[in-house]
């Protein structure tokens, strides 16, 4: 089979995708009698018009970037982990935990406690469906889901019922000590004269999310564990003819996976919340899919399409502040990209590739 | 020539804007959204009342997540928006840290009165006054001797409600049971209209014939439900009475909508500090119109406007859930 160049592939088939969903949200803008052109300057200059914008931006881009590694390392082993977001609400768990009940001296020994912690949650929440799938065949698409909504009832009893301050109303924990109050970006780019907004919540964490890119890139393409996972993702016969476990790789591929997501709480939670409250992951476990498939599985790509969603979410949220465009609507525009980048990439790809083909015999 | 004239409109609407925006005042709704028919809806009466008498202009952001909150304020605060109003236990944690940072906003908290700083100011309800009005009135119509409370989210403030709505029921009928159940316990539960359908119908098969919702968005199943099964209803915050002519009792008013009103109106000057609204300064109350004329008998109205006077002279006390977190009329 013909295969279209990989440019084409990387950068084409998204742009494309993304330039279909940006006009079919137009036309929806359109439609409620707003003006399309100014919903975009207000996304773009509310996104990325500021360095408070850019704050959020990377705020939301470094939730997106753990998910979407963990999204694409289990996507790497054949598994779809749907379940990014209750393993990142039970890695909100975790952190608050540990910046509850343990007096840390630094906020960088806290960081890494927490991270291990959210990670162990994580983890943790992800090996049952993983152990499910490898042992009996339930598959891990259903489980993951069902496992979120049984996350969400653990963190609601747990904020109800056991962290919630005497006498608060709303279901969540005390703020967490201020000697924890992980460093913003303000304050890390001040030394080097650089004065980033205050207010935004972009924090070190980002810091850690990248990182997680350079180690999943080596997980991935520079170790042993990584031949075996992508061998395993597209063969699990072959793999198992090679001698490798599927259990083991099974088990192992979704927790790295739960890990990565629940990872995700150093930031939302610890970095800009400051405390654990319901919904605090908004969504980011289900992006990270989305981000995985339109950043191709790569981490790169990953980080590229993060940042896109980022833009978006931002942007999003700026679109409401100052349109009267109702929020039901930006949900929608938000929900088109996905759409587009995610669920219906061989809509573009098929008559894409098809074209391609088509202009290559006529050269030959 | 249309487009010469909306031009120049668009011109003037530039000039006029940019002369007042710094001083627009900013609303930021809760999760129910602003078209609850009930408590942020209030808000916006209020909000829109204000805009219709003056001219003026307003910013209004609907929350979508709990994280979204401490962004909407620093957001409108940057944005020179003053007062920024917002709705809600939901803001206080959000308004704690973020309001030391903007000294010159006012910040108008409603729902809360726990907070300290000198930029705020914090307006709650004597819920518990108009809900036993409503309670009172809720004894009277009944004829199964079974009243029922439908809450939305189970919190110290919707048990505040239940407890005084309680309270008034057994002062006129003694020996009347008081069906109470809440809706859930995140904020989900302020827009559940189906499951408060659910519970309305779990109440009726206990006999109950008259159900007051303190739900928000949840009440609208509430009262629709009451209004399909042929029995009574009360709705909260917002006059209801007319979403079922004839068949909502009454609503205990809780006058969001002034609060937000007269905040907006003393713009800048607006004076901070605890304020709390109840019946003597007509923060809450029931409601009477055309719609629920027929089923407010005479006997009924100077009953419940009796207690009232003697809430207000204090020779009548409302036990409130806060005092000890605790209920004499009602066991959670």
């Known amino acids: 089979m013909e295969k279209m160049p990989k440019w084409a592939d990387v950068v084409l088939i998204p742009l494309i995708s993304l330039l279909l969903a940006a006009a079919l949200s137009a036309l929806v803008i359109l439609g409620i009698g707003e003006d399309p052109i100014e919903a975009v300057k207000t996304m773009i200059t509310g996104a990325l018009g500021s360095t408070y914008g850019w704050g959020y931006t990377l705020y939301y881009a470094t939730n997106f970037l753990f998910t979407g590694l963990a999204v694409s390392v289990a996507y790497h082993a054949g598994l779809f982990n749907i379940g990014g977001e209750g393993q990142a609400m039970l890695g909100g768990l975790g952190v608050a935990l540990i910046c509850l009940f343990i007096p840390w001296p630094h906020w960088s020994i806290a960081l890494i406690v927490a991270a291990i912690a959210a990670g162990l949650f994580g983890a943790a929440w992800a090996a049952i469906p993983a152990y499910l799938q490898a042992k009996r065949g339930s598959h891990v698409v259903i489980t993951t889901i069902m496992f979120n909504f ?50 935004a919540p972009a924090n070190v964490s980002l810091l850690v999310a990248i990182a997680a890119c350079f180690v999943v890139w080596l997980l991935i393409w520079r170790t042993w564990l990584g031949h075996e996972i992508r061998a395993f993702g597209k063969s699990e016969s072959g793999a198992r003819y090679a001698g490798m476990s599927p259990l083991k790789i099974t088990m192992i591929a979704m927790l790295i996976s739960g890990a990565l997501c629940g990872m ?83 809509m573009v790809r098929m008559p894409l590739e098809k074209l391609f083909i088509a202009v290559r015999k006529e050269k030959a | ?67 979204q909150r401490e962004q909407a304020l620093r957001r409108f605060a940057e944005a020179g928006s003053n007062p920024v109003i917002t709705m809600g236990f939901g803001m206080a944690d959000p308004l704690s840290s973020v309001a030391p940072d903007y000294p010159d906003t006012k910040f108008v908290a409603i729902d809360v009165n726990w907070l300290d700083g000198e930029n705020l100011r914090q307006v709650s309800f004597a819920e518990h006054e108009g809900s036993y009005l409503v309670g009172m009135m809720a004894a ?32 006129v ?72 002519p004839g068949k909502v009792l009454t609503s205990m008013l809780k006058r969001v909508d002034v609060a937000v009103y007269e905040a907006m109106k003393a713009g800048t000057d607006l004076e901070t500090g605890k304020f709390t609204m109840g ?49 004499p009329a009602l066991s959670f």
């Open chain 2, 173 to 244: 009928n003694p020996d009347i049971t008081v069906v109470a159940n809440m809706t859930g316990t995140t904020p989900a539960a302020w827009n559940d209209p189906v499951k408060g359908s659910e519970l309305t119908k779990a109440q009726i098969s206990q006999g109950a014939d008259v159900v007051y919702a303190a739900a928000g968005g949840t009440g609208v199943g509430v009262l629709q439900t009451a209004a399909d099964e042929g029995i009574l209803s009360i709705g909260v915050d917002s006059n209801q009475n007319h979403l079922h």
């Open chain 1, 150 to 199: 049984i996350a969400f009832s653990v963190l609601n009893y747990m904020l109800v019922n056991v962290l919630k301050p005497q006498g608060a109303m709303d279901p969540a924990t005390a703020r967490f000590p201020e000697a924890i109050h992980l460093p913003s970006l303000h304050e890390i780019l001040l030394p080097l004269g650089i004065n980033f907004s205050k207010s």
């Open chain 2, 1 to 67: 020539m249309s487009l010469m004239k909306s031009l120049m409109g668009a011109a003037a609407a530039i000039a006029v804007t940019a002369g007042t925006a710094f001083a627009d005042p900013a609303v930021i709704f809760d999760l129910g959204g602003k078209f609850d028919k009930s408590f942020n809806e209030a808000a916006y009466n209020g909000a829109k009342r204000w805009a219709d008498e003056t001219g003026g202009t307003f910013r209004e952001i609907e929350l979508q997540s709990e994280a």
């Open chain 2, 140 to 171: 009277m119509a009944s004829k199964s001797d079974t009243v029922g409370f439908i809450g939305g989210m189970d919190i110290p403030l919707i048990r505040h409600f239940a407890c005084g709505y309680a309270q008034g029921a057994k002062a």
């Open chain 1, 264 to 346: 995700m709480a150093i930031n939302n939670v610890m970095g800009e919340a400051e405390r654990l409250v319901l919904n605090s992951t908004e969504g980011a476990g289900f992006i990270g899919i989305a981000v995985a498939l339109m950043g191709r599985n790569h981490p790169f790509g990953v980080f590229l399409a993060a940042l896109l969603f980022g833009f978006l979410y931002q942007g999003g949220a700026e679109l409401a502040l100052w349109s009267s465009i109702p929020r039901e609507l930006i949900v929608v525009i938000q929900a088109l990209v996905i759409l587009f980048t995610g669920a219906l990439d061989n």
């Open chain 2, 279 to 327: 019946l003597a300064e007509e923060g809450v109350g029931y409601a009477l119109d055309d719609n629920n004329a027929p089923l407010v008998s005479a006997d009924m109205k100077a009953a419940v406007d009796a207690a009232r006077e003697q809430i207000i002279k204090g020779e009548l006390n409302v036990a409130s859930y806060y005092a000890d977190n605790s209920c």
